[in-house]
Nanobody, 122 residues
């Protein structure tokens, strides 16, 4: 099982970017999915989260600017980022709770994508 993230890049303040992440491999079931970010010298923080039941949660700093969408059938999670600010600059990581086909546990395993750089210039 792996997560593959894409869509990062360099954008001017006020611009937009869309991040995408797809889960692949021997997946029995896909649970909640989300995006985290880590800026240099800072801890990784939650940006947005989407549950398998359709609920979403956002960090206060991105509310009203970012939108997360999860597609269970396609095994994808996307993050539409609008009105980007220099302080949004970070490496963005997708995360998913997955029950692999090879696991007999009733609890999901936590998987991370490889990270994609988002740089917002002022």
């Amino acid at each position: 099982v792996q997560l593959q993230a894409s869509g990062g890049g360099l954008v001017q303040a006020g611009g937009s970017l869309r991040l995408s992440c797809v889960a692949s491999g021997k997946i029995f079931s896909l649970g909640d999915m989300g995006w985290f970010r880590q800026a240099p010298g800072q801890q990784r923080e939650l940006v947005a989260w989407a549950t398998s039941g359709g609920k979403t949660k956002y960090a206060d700093s991105v509310k009203g600017r970012f939108t997360i969408s999860r597609d269970g059938a396609k095994k994808t999670v996307s993050l539409q980022m609008n009105s980007l600010k220099p302080e949004d600059t970070a490496v963005y990581y997708c995360n998913a709770e997955i029950w692999p086909q090879t696991s007999s546990s009733s609890l999901p395993s936590d998987f991370w994508g490889q990270g994609t750089q988002v740089t917002v210039s002022s």
